[in-house]
């Protein structure tokens, strides 16, 4: 059964700066690093959510660009809204942390609050706690955003009735560089889901 | 609705090359987990399942120069050289590939590696195996903690149901490396025997290392012996610890729940559950409740895991070829390591391997992140 399925909202994090449905979250760009930029979204989106600092930079992205894409939308805790994420690096830049803590013998001090950390699902870990989603997860590496994979990915949950709706994104984080793009897909929404459409979302630009 | 089935498969592992080898193994009771000392893994001695080099090297060379390739890649390639011989299926455009990883490459992190650190991303472990084969398409890694392997075989079902794909060859793997030793032990989660999962005296999990590969496919035609159906299948999160499952073991509760209504059977069609049984405290504590919660607990229940340790990517694919052989050969398998009753709510575990005749099983799963599995096979007959 195919489902005439929308995108409802879609959300862009990169070069320090914040697109929501294509448009300015945050106005002023700033030159400066991932951590400070995502401590002022942080502020930017009044949140109150201390275990936000024990994250890594990939699941603070992650997490960020979920409260823009979620936020906008009305949600309880019964929506049942799979999560689907793709990115290039997986958790890399938390794995080489671990590996250097563990690298000499002089200095051998692996962290189990990095170690945690080396696993990419671990940002939908933390997406599932704050949004109380018990739902379809899956983290998926690939070369570059793959808009037909993620469609079909997210149709074949929906199709199935494995989800009302599916948070699906590219969230890349590599050596201070940045990549998000996460939206929305269910039944309901103003843009029709489309590999296409998928493919000319991503490339927006500010 | 088409029909979607797991068929031809090997595993790669301490206990054989094979999945017959494999099985003969464990229908002996035999374990492949050994007391190791190798300083390149972790700086004291540890209980570990480990594929031996000198093996994996000389059957490599069948196929290529055991210097190209990383011990994972050697692996992944032995391993779907395996099912794609067996199968005989051709590469076409809408074959798929997708590799069910948790860390990859990573030892070529470290600076003893003769490796480029490039090659610890995964989608160059992708392109690797993808070439070796001559795949058409990307592959797809899936990289979702413990639960990975099980996974793996539902993205392969949902993504030939959607048609993207006809068949799709499912590897997957991971090795023991310091990396993982050193953070598992970082948590105090190794044990310093073998494990000895939903045991009373249980004291932790022992890394293991493995590759596993399957044919999933909608067509009938071409199915192994000891194919079997898929019935249903879901993933679930606890939405509860990032790395501490749920006390109630809500996620997999859902799971198994969301696995049964698509399979449209009951539980008491459930002739064997392959459960995840990692042997630590909090983790087989979960399972029970989660078990007692489905009414599983009076259905026979195992852990591979004393047999294998922990092999993380690997694991959930692994068993359910293992679960598949439990089918084929109307044997329950013994859960090597099991001594007496240590989690809260009863359970049927298999103390001894013992011939049944068996059609359905369940293969569950969970990780870190707050992951559950839960697929539901059935022999096709």
């Known amino acids: 059964m195919k489902l005439e399925t929308y995108i409802s909202t879609y959300c862009h994090i990169r070069n320090n700066k914040i697109l929501i449905n294509g448009k300015p979250f945050i106005k002023d760009a700033f030159d400066t690093d991932f951590s400070i930029f995502s401590k002022k979204v942080y502020k930017d989106l009044n949140l109150s959510y201390p275990k936000f600092f024990k994250m890594d930079n990939l699941s603070k992205l992650a997490f960020l660009a979920a409260e823009c894409v979620l936020n906008r939308e009305k949600t309880n805790e019964d929506d049942n809204i799979a999560i689907v994420l793709t990115n290039r690096a997986s958790s890399l830049d938390t794995d080489r942390k671990h590996q250097s803590s563990i690298q000499d013998k002089e200095s051998y001090y692996p962290s189990p609050a990095i170690f945690v950390y080396t696993l990419p699902n671990i940002a939908i870990g933390e997406i599932s706690i704050k949004h109380q989603l018990k739902s379809e997860n899956a983290f998926f590496i690939l070369d570059a955003f793959n808009a037909e994979f993620l469609h079909n990915y997210a149709c074949s949950l929906l199709e199935n009735n494995k989800a009302e709706s599916v948070l699906c994104g590219w969230v890349d984080y590599d050596n201070e560089k940045y990549d998000c793009f996460m939206y929305k897909v269910s039944q309901i929404g103003d843009i029709k889901h489309t590999i296409n459409k998928l493919q000319n979302l991503y490339k927006i630009k500010d | 609705m088409s029909k979607i089935y797991l068929t031809y498969n090997n595993i790669i592992s301490s206990l054989g090359f094979t999945t017959t080898e494999n099985i003969e193994n464990i229908s002996k009771d035999i374990s492949g987990i050994e007391k190791i000392e190798d300083i390149n893994l972790s700086q004291t001695p540890i209980y570990t399942s480990l594929v031996n080099t000198i093996k994996l090297d000389n059957t490599f060379k069948k196929l290529g120069n055991i210097n190209d390739f990383t011990r994972l890649e050697k692996l992944m390639i032995l391993s779907l050289h395996d099912v794609l011989t067996e199968s005989n299926v051709k590469i076409t455009p809408k074959t798929g590939l997708i590799i069910s990883t948790t860390k990859g490459n990573i030892d070529v992190l470290d600076s003893s590696s003769k490796f480029s650190k490039k090659r610890a991303y995964l989608s160059e472990l992708a392109k690797q195996i993808q070439r070796f084969f001559g795949f058409k398409n990307e592959a797809i890694v899936l990289s979702n903690a413990c639960v990975s392997g099980v996974l793996a075989i539902s993205v392969a079902k949902r993504l030939i149901k959607s048609d993207m794909y006809d068949n799709v060859f499912v590897v997957s793997g991971d090795i023991v490396s310091k990396f993982i030793i050193s953070g598992f032990q970082s948590f105090q989660a190794i044990s310093d025997s073998s494990c000895k999962p939903f045991s009373k005296n249980r004291t932790g999990i022992n890394i293991g290392e493995a590759a596993a590969s399957v044919l999933v496919?909608?067509?009938?035609?071409?199915?192994?012996?000891?194919?079997?159906?898929?019935?249903?299948?879901?993933?679930?999160?606890?939405?509860?610890?990032?790395?501490?499952?749920?006390?109630?073991?809500?996620?997999?509760?859902?799971?198994?729940?969301?696995?049964?209504?698509?399979?449209?059977?009951?539980?008491?069609?459930?002739?064997?559950?392959?459960?995840?049984?990692?042997?630590?405290?909090?983790?087989?504590?979960?399972?029970?409740?989660?078990?007692?919660?489905?009414?599983?607990?009076?259905?026979?229940?195992?852990?591979?895991?004393?047999?294998?340790?922990?092999?993380?990517?690997?694991?959930?694919?692994?068993?359910?070829?293992?679960?598949?052989?439990?089918?084929?050969?109307n044997t329950l398998y013994a859960s090597y390591g099991f001594d007496e009753i240590g989690v809260s709510k009863p359970l049927n575990i298999i103390k001894e391997t013992t011939e049944k005749p068996l059609t359905t099983f369940l293969k569950t799963a969970s990780g870190f992140g707050g992951c559950n599995t839960a697929a539901i096979f059935k022999k096709v007959l």
């Open chain 2, 217 to 329: 496919t909608s067509q009938k035609e071409n199915l192994a012996p000891d194919a079997v159906e898929i019935l249903g299948d879901a993933s679930c999160n606890d939405a509860n610890h990032i790395s501490g499952p749920s006390r109630t073991g809500e996620g997999l509760y859902r799971s198994m729940l969301s696995a049964f209504n698509e399979a449209n059977i009951k539980t008491t069609e459930i002739d064997y559950v392959s459960a995840h049984g990692t042997a630590t405290n909090y983790n087989d504590e979960m399972e029970a409740i989660a078990f007692d919660r489905i009414n599983l607990e009076k259905v026979s229940i195992n852990s591979l895991k004393g047999y294998y340790g922990h092999t993380l990517g690997a694991s959930g694919l692994l068993e359910s070829i293992v679960g598949m052989q439990s089918l084929y050969n």
